[in-house]
Nanobody, 121 residues
């Protein structure tokens, strides 16, 4: 089994910062990519940022220049530094990993439980 555990959400004022963390654990053979998605009330889940095993990164246009994704391969952990937060960033943020578990022949998507980020004055 593979688990993704997120931390770091909370309430912050507009213009503030938060840092999310997501640690993957369990019977991991290889992690190909990790990323962050978010889902606001009444909206579809959307990709925020992703990073591959070789370090390739992509961001949603709405967060470019404000959010930074990084990864510690030794700790199987991905981070999302969020600066200059806006009210429209309010959502549940989910960690995603494309992971091949030990004993499996292919990778699959794993998800964390989600962490609430609320940007409000």
């Amino acid at each position: 089994q593979v688990q993704l555990v997120e931390s770091g959400g909370g309430l912050v004022q507009p213009g503030g910062s938060l840092r999310l963390s997501c640690a993957a654990s369990g019977s991991i053979f290889s992690i190909y990519a990790m990323g962050w998605y978010r889902q606001a009330p009444g909206k579809q889940r959307e990709l925020v940022a992703g990073i591959t095993r070789d370090g390739s990164i992509n961001y949603a246009d709405s967060v470019k220049g404000r959010f930074t994704i990084s990864r510690d391969n030794a700790k199987n952990t991905v981070y999302l530094q969020m600066n200059s937060l806006k009210s429209e960033d309010t959502a549940v943020y989910y960690c995603n990993g494309v992971i091949r578990a030990t004993g499996w022949g292919a990778s699959k998507d794993y998800w964390g439980q989600g962490t609430q980020v609320t940007v409000s004055s």
